[in-house]
T-cell receptor
Framework: KQEVTQIPAALSVPEGENLVLNCSFTDSAIYNLQWFRQDPGKGLTSLLL?????REQTSGRLNASLDKSSGRSTLYIAASQPGDSATYLC????????????FGTGTRLKVLA | GAVVSQHPSRVICKSGTSVKIECRSL??????MFWYRQFPKQSLMLMAT?????????EQGVEKDKFLINHASLTLSTLTVTSAHPEDSSFYIC????????????FGNGTRLTVT
């Protein structure tokens, strides 16, 4: 059974700092891994999607990497801003059954001005 | 873009009544839609996967007769919470993706259901 874990559960950093969020998964049989952010009381916004054959994806100040063999992904946020404060979730799409997404536990990020 | 619209955003209902939540993909055809439930400060729990024109696939422990899912068209899926009880109070979120296993998942803004 696929399990997705995110560390740390919460993180508080001063503005301007570069930071790394971690995501690990137990079963490497995935199609892709997607990173999302969720603001309080809202749905999720897609940030980056990395296909299983890819190593990394970049969008602006965000860079996500994927090491499928070791079951790990990282989300790197450069020059963090208070507007980056949110919960970040990773999800893997399984290759079996209904090709569903399994979500991680999330990292609550607070960037202090 | 890929916009998913979910309505209503908030609903309060009395115990024993039914509530319908709509999820629409506004600018793309969603062959697959997923319904999630989220408890405070917790991650998303998948309830069911629906494909257009076929019956939904429910996750273990989710009551099919209580949470009715219909995916009648490529742009609309509905979740009906039947005979709602206070323990059904939660945040429900739908998501949709185009055809293709590497199509990104796009989310609605969620529905806060409160059953009194």
């Amino acid at each position: 059974k696929q399990e997705v874990t995110q560390i740390p559960a919460a993180l508080s950093v001063p503005e301007g700092e570069n930071l790394v969020l971690n995501c690990s998964f137990t079963d490497s049989a995935i199609y892709n891994l997607q990173w999302f952010r969720q603001d309080p009381g809202k749905g999720l916004t897609s940030l980056l999607l990395i296909q299983s054959s890819q190593r990394e994806q970049t969008s602006g100040r965000l860079n996500a990497s994927l090491d499928k063999s070791s079951g790990r992904s990282t989300l790197y946020i450069a020059a963090s801003q208070p507007g980056d404060s949110a919960t970040y979730l990773c999800a893997v799409r399984t290759t079996s059954g209904t090709y569903k997404y399994i979500f991680g536990t999330g990292t609550r990020l607070k960037v202090l001005a | 873009g890929a916009v998913v619209s979910q309505h209503p955003s908030r609903v309060i209902c009395k115990s024993g009544t039914s509530v319908k939540i709509e999820c629409r993909s506004l600018d793309f055809q969603a062959t697959t839609m997923f319904w999630y439930r989220q408890f405070p400060k917790q991650s998303l729990m998948l309830m069911a996967t629906s494909n257009e024109g076929s019956k939904a696939t429910y996750e273990q422990g989710v009551e099919k007769d209580k949470f009715l899912i219909n995916h009648a068209s490529l742009t609309l899926s509905t979740l009906t919470v039947t005979s709602a009880h206070p323990e059904d109070s939660s945040f429900y979120i739908c998501s949709a993706s185009r055809q293709g296993v590497n199509s990104p998942l796009h989310f609605g803004n969620g529905t806060r259901l409160t059953v009194t």
